[in-house]
C-alpha cells in the first residue's frame, strides 16, 4: 500500500482487519478501474491481489473488488482521488493521497487532523517530491547486478531492499525507480526476466530529508500514524528517510 513511510507501532495500526481490508479492497478497484482486471496485463492490479492475499483477504471480496473496479457488477464505483499537502510537526513535508467516495467527508477528516500540524495549498509541498515510477520486485536469483538489470529495464536507479513483514526473504529484493512513463516499460521488463512485482505505483519521493531527535520523531509519527488511520487516506509521501 505504497510503504514510502513507517512509523512505531504501524504494523500494530494496520493490523485493524476491518479497516486494512478496506484500504486493499480499495486500492483493487482502482487497479481494475484504471487498468482493467486482468492481472496479467496490470502491473498495479496484480501487485494489489498480492498484497490482498498476503493479508488474508476473502478471495470473494478480492473477486468482487475486481468487477466493481472493471464495471462488470451492477455496483458502479465511484472513488476519486484528491491530493492534500502540508507539514507534520517540526515542518516535515507531507503529501497525503486519498480515495474517498465523499469528497467533503475527506476535506473535513484531513483539516481535523492537521490540526497539530500546517495544511497548505495545493504545490506548497509538492515542488519538494520528484514525482516518479516505483516498483519493488523480487527475484529468486542472488549476485543480481542490480545496475546492470536496471539499465537494460529502463529504470533511472535501483536499490536493495530489506525484507519486510510478508516479503521474502530469498534471493533478491529490490526498488526501481524511473521516469512516470516508463513505468509499464520497466514492470513489463522485470516480469519478463523473472521479477516477481511486489508494489508498481506512480510515487512522490522527497529530494530532502528533514532530521529530527527522537523526541520530535515520536511526535511526527503519532501525527502521521493518526493520517494513517483514516479512512479515506490511501498513502502518505513524508520527507523523513525510510526506517529500518
Partial sequence: MGAQWKHAGRQQAANKKGQLVGKLVKEIIVSAKMGGPDPAANFRLRAAL??????????DTIE?????????SDDPVQYET???EGFAPHQVPVIVECLTDNRNRTAADV??????????????????????????AHSTNTGVDLESVAIEAGADDVQPLKPGEGQPTDGTLARFTCGMTELDTVNKFLSSNGWDILVSELSFLAKNFVDLNDEQMKEVSEF??????????HRLYVGLKPQD
Avoid at 509538492?126 to 516498483?135: E, I, P, S
Fill in 64 to 72: 468482487r473488488a475486481i468487477k466493481r473496479g472493471a464495471g462488470l
Fill in 111 to 136: 483539516r481535523s487532523l492537521f490540526r497539530k500540524g500546517q495544511l497548505g495549498s495545493s504545490g506548497s509541498v509538492a515542488w519538494m517530491f520528484d514525482r516518479k515510477g516505483v516498483v519493488d
Fill in 82 to 84: 484528491i491530493m492534500y
Fill in 50 to 59: 498480492e498484497d490482498a492475499r498476503k493479508n488474508s483477504v476473502p478471495r
Fill in 224 to 233: 502521521l500514524g493518526d493520517l494513517d488511520d483514516n479512512d479515506d487516506v
